[in-house]
């Protein structure tokens, strides 16, 4: 039951409104976004927050293109302002050399992604390839699985990426239409509460003709591999920050989505299913069915994707008899998704001992209903009895129009 | 150059050519702009030779991002200085060769005109993409041999004229765009200066021989460069609002054969068959510019 007091502040708006409102209460200097399905609403309600006034020191840069977008926030995070963008999918492809001179350059941008499927053949719908190609990049990437959890993700990021031992950009993944364009009840972050969390962004090094620095500059052989190492330890260094952060936004606004990963149902669970964004919400109700029954099964989120948990993982699977991961991504080649192949190469030289299992599902948007993940858990339930036959696979493929 | 001649914030001791244009273009560009300005640099020889970690040429802030976006970044350092309350204390410059200026980075250095950004934008025009070794780029000139137009038994070279630049720059409402060469040093200081001082996005287009990659002697060139001017094959004017407002005149045009003859990536005009043919179609393009500039 929620607390009617708590209710009381609920408001049912657009995913979109949340997130933008969000952005809005972190005080960002410098926002600078294009438009594209289906992120726009975001940057158009920040568009509407900037003609009201209601952003103070903040400049829109309504840029040409993407690329652009990322490129004109690293000219501004380098002088020292805080600042935000959004996109998806064919944006954040465009932007891809762009991202890794964020992070290589140390610049704790942040942007929310609503997450697209990407082309050809172009669709507009959610699946996680477009933030799960960036992977190298050097950006942290945390996943949201409700509205509420897109918008309370974004201070909790600038806080992480902002810590002088991190100083790395951050991405907050949120599925486009699903959470991007739904209405459901989330309160609004207080500007107060949101300042008390969030310290302004003080960066140790900016441009300035007081002290004037170097920003990208050239690296040969002999520089070059120390910056790559320093970049890992920061990535590294994220890791506990991630969960504490989790735990002083829950002091000030008495919300927890989890840390690196969060739980449900788990501390017991003979099966675990795993996945990332609001496609846990369905397991969830498919398990609590399981539950009903009396049959163990469990939830693993994962939250954070950069840096990866690969302890936390460990620990949480350890006594299950079957792991099953649901992707949304796949990478060509390997008939396998992200998750599923990172998540069995951080057990592979631990003492844990559990088969895991991957499809790869929702590609495109497509609708992935309960009874196909109580397949899924049925599968896996054959899996811990008998031993693996098919190691990763696509959900609710059509054969009949292949 | 005089005693009297301003201060400048790059330092020697970089990695450039002996006679590198793209350092003397810095050079003025910064004695132009003065100590309080944040330089935005895209790739190129410039970027490359400056800043070879951990040391750095420059004495002002300086950021090189990529190759092709230094008219978004500094639409984004001019945004957050506004946004920071110091734009009026502080100038943005972005200096950038022809390939990221002209190609790679149009796009991008478009949006930020468009938007009407307060900054300036020089553009070190060495006619090609130096740093990767004299490939051509847009601002590649007519019969110029490069390493992807190479003059061959049936070519000389670089098939296309030079892209209107400067004419670009104009159509998108900037309020100042002027070309200098850096073989004018006091014309390429005011110019920088004056483009500084003016409110909104301005840009200065300076022609900028490079002897490694044209083919002269490292000594020659600032004469090479004066050559390009007094060959009328480098207008040098100004324009406010798209209005030409200022040419510097040649009293007696030299004939491009003497500027073309100095150069290595020229040679194949003087040995192919055919060369003087070419070398006419040459002179007309300076003809033309002396007529459509009234540079006489
Ligand atoms: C996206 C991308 N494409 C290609 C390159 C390779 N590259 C680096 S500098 C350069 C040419 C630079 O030419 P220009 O802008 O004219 O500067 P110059 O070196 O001649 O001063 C090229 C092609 C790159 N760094 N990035
Ligand atoms: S190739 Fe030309 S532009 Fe590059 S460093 Fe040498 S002289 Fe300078
Ligand atoms: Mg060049």
Not at chain 1, 278 to 300: F, M, P, Q
């Amino acid at each position: 039951m929620i607390d009617p007091a708590y209710r009381k502040k609920m408001v049912v708006v657009e995913g979109s409104y949340a997130v933008a409102h969000s952005a809005k209460v972190c005080r960002p200097n410098v926002i600078s976004a294009y438009p594209i399905t289906p992120q726009t609403h975001i940057v158009e309600d920040l568009s509407q927050f900037i003609a009201d006034g209601e952003i103070p020191n903040c400049e829109y840069i309504n840029v040409e293109a993407e690329f652009s977008a990322i490129s004109a926030l690293i000219g501004a995070s380098a002088v020292g302002a805080r600042t935000y963008s959004a996109t998806t999918s064919q944006g954040l492809l465009l932007m891809h050399e762009a991202l890794f001179n964020t992070s290589g350059m140390r610049l704790p941008v942040i942007m929310t992604v609503a997450n697209r499927a990407v082309g050809a053949p172009i669709n507009i719908w959610n699946d996680h390839q477009d933030a799960i190609s960036q992977r190298d990049t050097g950006w942290i990437q945390l996943y949201a699985e409700d509205v509420q959890e897109a918008c309370d993700t974004l201070p909790q990021l600038y806080k992480i990426a902002e810590d002088n031992e991190v100083m790395l950009p951050g991405m907050a993944c949120m599925d486009g239409f699903i959470l991007s364009h739904v209405y459901e009840p989330v309160v609004l972050l207080e500007q107060e509460l949101t300042d008390d969390f969030l310290p302004s962004f003080q960066p140790e090094n900016v441009l300035d003709p007081e002290d004037p620095k170097t920003f990208g500059a050239f690296a040969a052989p002999d520089t070059y591999e120390e910056f790559r190492y320093l970049q890992e330890q920061a990535m590294q260094k994220a890791l506990p920050k991630i969960e504490a952060v989790a735990k002083e936004f829950e002091e000030v606004f008495g919300r927890y989505h989890g840390g690196l990963i969060d739980g449900y149902m788990l501390d017991d669970a003979e099966i675990i299913v795993m996945s990332m964004g609001s496609i846990l919400g369905t397991i969830k109700n498919v398990v609590d069915e399981y539950r009903a029954k009396g049959e163990k099964i469990g939830v693993l989120k994962v939250r954070s994707f950069r840096p990866f948990p690969k302890e936390q993982i460990c620990k949480a699977v350890k006594n299950a008899h079957a792991v099953v991961v649901l992707d949304k991504n796949i990478s060509i080649g390997t008939n396998e998704g992200a998750l599923f192949t990172e998540t069995k190469s951080c057990l592979y030289n631990s003492k844990v001992r559990v088969p895991v299992i991957g499809y790869t599902v929702g590609h495109g948007g497509r609708d992935i209903p309960v009874e196909s993940i109580a397949k899924v858990i049925e599968e896996t339930k054959k899996v811990a009895k008998s031993g693996i036959t098919v190691e990763s696979q696509f959900l609710d493929l059509k054969e009949e129009s292949l | 150059m005089s005693k009297t001649a301003p201060k400048t914030y790059i330092t020697s001791g970089h990695s450039g050519c002996a006679g590198c244009c793209d350092a003397f273009a810095a050079k003025f560009a910064l004695m132009g702009a003065g100590p309080n300005t944040i330089v935005v640099n895209p790739t190129g020889c410039l970027e490359v030779m400056s800043t070879p970690f951990p040391y750095s040429s420059w004495q002002v802030p300086w950021i090189h991002s990529l190759f092709e976006n230094a008219g978004a970044v500094a639409s984004g350092v001019e945004a957050a200085l506004k946004a920071l309350g110091k734009k009026d204390d502080i100038k943005v410059i972005s200096i950038g060769g022809d390939g990221s200026t002209m190609d790679i980075g149009l796009g991008a250095l478009s949006g930020a005109f468009e938007r009407g950004h307060d900054f300036t934008y020089v553009c070190m025009d060495n006619e090609a993409y130096m740093n990767t070794g004299v490939q051509r780029s847009s601002g590649t000139p007519f019969d110029a041999s490069t390493t992807t137009t190479p003059a061959g038994k049936v070519s000389f070279g670089n098939p296309r004229p030079k892209k209107n630049m400067p004419a670009i720059m104009a159509a998108h409402g900037s309020p100042y765009v002027a070309t200098t060469s850096i073989g004018f040093p006091r014309d390429m200081i005011r110019k920088v200066k004056k483009a500084t001082e003016i409110v909104g996005p301005t840009y200065i287009h300076s022609h900028a021989p490079c002897p490694t990659g044209w083919g002269f002697d490292t000594s020659k060139t600032l004469e090479i460069a004066k050559l390009a001017v007094e060959t009328c094959l480098w207008p040098m004017y100004e324009m406010e609002n798209g209005e030409i407002t200022q040419v510097r005149k040649v009293k007696d045009p030299r004939p491009v054969e003497e500027y073309l003859r100095a150069q290595k990536r020229f040679k194949h005009l003087f040995t192919m068959e055919g060369g003087e043919e070419e070398i006419k179609k040459i002179q007309a393009t300076a003809d033309w510019n002396i007529k459509h500039f009234g540079l006489q």
